[in-house]
């Protein structure tokens, strides 16, 4: 496997940069309007942008400070990071809520002092933009320096030729349980609380959070099934099928020791490689793809399920 590529001055600082610049735009922004800023300020607002709630500015200062120092912290591990991918990914997401915690302070503190105390609803596209530029630019220096993905070919298995083969396999998560559960229960509280004004604003409130919660139930283990039709992983609640893959779109398959980075996360995920069930860091079954994209899964004796496709494949090839 070829190293990953060194660390330039450049890349070092776009890696820490965003995180490290959220922190002292904060401080400065407190430092500035501390002497003016009154106890209690809007932090709340209807869809015209008038408030309706108020609360202490320094507690939410504190959390965006906080998000912010974690930023930093993550950075900087990442610069020594074997797995520069998943760092970046866990420094997106912890600079994507920085970033936007951060640029909501500023906002509300301005607002409160220098501002009308108002907040108008565009504002909302200004702290995602600030977050999503903030968790976008260590990420994709950290990509464009990792190193290839490691992939492990298979022999495949020996059968003979009139034999009948088949692997299955079965992968879950108790966190993908844990957060289903907790959306699910939030959606069937939210819809009984909106209940009370009609029965349009409790379907909007409940339906996509529990729609949410029985699909990430659902994908909370799986059973994975390498024969003759090919790969299917299939939800073992449910029974309906979330990945498919029949045995003449296959080039070839193997294995990778997966970390969520190289896919771009946990769950099922989209990117540039392919589609990917992910669920831990540890061995997984890959499906190469006539064309150059993959299918991945995550799950214990990955090799010996590639074996078995593999052995398909020969056998196909020799009918």
């Not at 070919?153 to 034999?163: F, N, Q, R």
């Not at 989209?270 to 890959?286: D, E, I, M, N, Q």
Request: charged fraction near 15%.
């Amino acid at each position: 496997m070829t190293a990953a590529s060194p660390l330039t001055t450049a890349t070092r600082v776009a890696i820490v940069a965003p995180a490290a610049v959220l922190v002292l735009a904060l401080g400065a922004t407190a430092a500035v309007l501390a002497p003016v800023l009154p106890a209690r300020i809007p932090i709340h607002f209807q869809a015209d942008g008038r408030a309706d709630g108020w609360g202490s500015p320094w507690a939410l200062l504190g959390i965006a400070l906080g998000l912010g120092v974690l930023g930093v912290a993550l950075a900087v591990a990442a610069l020594r990071a074997r797995d520069r991918r998943t760092a970046g990914t866990w420094l997106l997401v912890a600079n994507l809520l920085a970033g936007s915690l951060a640029t909501a302070w500023v906002g509300l503190a301005l607002s409160a002092t220098v501002g009308d105390g108002t907040f108008p609803m565009w504002w909302s596209l200004v702290l995602l933009a600030v977050g999503g530029v903030a968790g976008a630019i260590p990420l994709v220096a950290l990509v464009r320096v990792a190193g290839p993905v490691p992939a492990h070919d298979v022999e495949p298995l020996d059968v003979p030729a009139t034999a009948r083969v088949s692997w299955r396999g079965s992968v879950g998560s108790s966190w993908f349980t844990g957060i289903g559960a907790v959306i699910l229960v939030t959606g069937v509280a939210a819809g009984v609380a909106a209940s009370a004004v009609d029965a349009g604003t409790a379907a909007l409130a409940g339906i996509p959070l529990v729609a949410a919660g029985l699909g990430m139930l659902a994908m909370a283990r799986v059973e994975v099934t390498a024969d003759r039709r090919g790969l299917r992983v299939t939800s073992t609640w449910t029974r309906l099928p979330i990945m498919r893959v029949p045995l003449d779109r296959m080039e070839s398959a193997g294995w990778e020791d997966v970390s969520p980075g190289q896919w771009g996360g946990w769950g099922l995920r989209f990117s540039g490689r392919g589609l990917a069930y992910v669920t831990r860091s540890g061995p997984g079954l890959v499906v190469r793809l006539r064309g150059g994209r993959a299918r991945l899964v995550t799950v214990a004796d990955a090799d010996r399920g590639a074996s078995v496709l593999e052995a398909l494949l020969r056998a196909r090839g020799a009918a």
